[in-house]
């Protein structure tokens, strides 16, 4: 057996419902934040089909390329060509409460809750938009600051958990 890789990068998915803000800004954040560590995707459960404007704004105003983002299901995480997460967190506490499937590889699974952001007015909601989008920055400069031995740890609990699913005979 060769020794394993340490310095790989995991593979993250956010879940929502509606795939539209706190999912996206999480994937955005992480993706900058995460400097190739991390590889970000999002999906919701119920995919709105649509992603708020304001999220598209915030993760520009960091220089974050939102061309290719589109609101889908997690569904497309799934299947066989799907990338191998290695951490899935929830960001609302509708997509917590789904049943979601048993993801290949049993990845590490966290809750973190975030208010939906909402507003009467245009201020109102821009101004919810930002207060959450900091919430999840703080978040994700924690997660990017964990050390090398954690993300290791990380890896060899996968690794001893591949190994007890291959076949006997």
């Excluded at 900058?32 to 919701?44: E, V």
């Excluded at 951490?87 to 979601?100: H, Q, S």
Aim: glycine share 8%; hydrophobic share 35%.
């Amino acid at each position: 057996m060769t020794q394993p890789a340490f310095n790989r990068v995991f593979n993250v998915l956010f879940l929502c419902t509606a795939n539209s803000a706190r999912s996206i800004m999480s994937e955005g954040l992480l993706n900058i934040l995460g400097h190739g560590r991390f590889n970000a995707y999002s999906a919701g459960t119920h995919p709105s089909g649509e992603i708020s404007r304001y999220t598209i704004e915030l993760l520009q105003s960091i220089g974050y390329d939102t061309s290719h983002l589109h609101s889908k299901s997690w569904q497309e995480f799934e299947g066989r060509n799907a990338p191998h997460m290695d951490i899935v967190i929830t960001v609302c506490d509708d997509a917590r409460g789904e049943i979601c499937p048993s993801w290949p590889g049993h990845p590490i699974s966290a809750h973190w809750a975030y208010e939906d952001p909402s507003g009467e007015t245009e201020e109102e909601k821009h101004a919810s938009y930002c207060k959450i989008f900091a919430q999840i920055k703080r978040r994700i400069d924690l997660l990017v600051s964990l050390p090398s031995e954690k993300l290791e740890h990380l890896t060899l609990n996968h690794l001893v958990q591949e190994i007890g699913q291959t076949p006997l005979g």
